[in-house]
């Protein structure tokens, strides 16, 4: 069973930066593309970034340019560098795994809390 921790969440000023880490264990990272969502009080959750084995990057609009995602293959994790923090960046982040063996199956770790004010 696939297990996901986050970690990295925190308060922030606006304009400041904060490191997400997450933590994959119970099958073969290198088969699972991996993703951040965040979810606002009150919207849908939404895609932050999601990051292929190889290393393919697809970012949400609104992230493009302060937010970067990279992985480690050797240490089956996952990261996200939020840089240049906005308040409406606040939200509870979810690192998500996913990988299609027929149908599509997504496991979500518990979430971290990022608050972006002053």
């Known amino acids: 069973q696939v297990q996901l921790v986050e970690s990295g969440g925190g308060l922030v000023q606006p304009g400041g930066s904060l490191r997400l880490s997450c933590a994959f264990s119970g099958s073969i990272f290198r088969l699972y593309v991996m993703g951040w969502y965040r979810q606002a009080p009150g919207k849908e959750r939404e895609l932050v970034a999601a990051?292929?084995?190889?290393?393919?990057?697809n970012y949400a609009e609104s992230v493009k340019g302060r937010f970067t995602s990279s992985r480690d293959n050797a240490k089956n994790a996952v990261y996200l560098q939020m840089n240049s923090l906005k308040p409406e960046d606040t939200a509870v982040y979810y690192c998500?795994?996913?990988?299609?063996?027929?149908?599509?199956?997504?496991?979500w770790g518990q979430g971290t809390q990022v608050t972006v004010s002053s």
């Open positions: 990051i292929t084995s190889g290393g393919s990057i």
């Open positions: 998500n795994a996913a990988v299609k063996v027929g149908v599509r199956v997504d496991y």
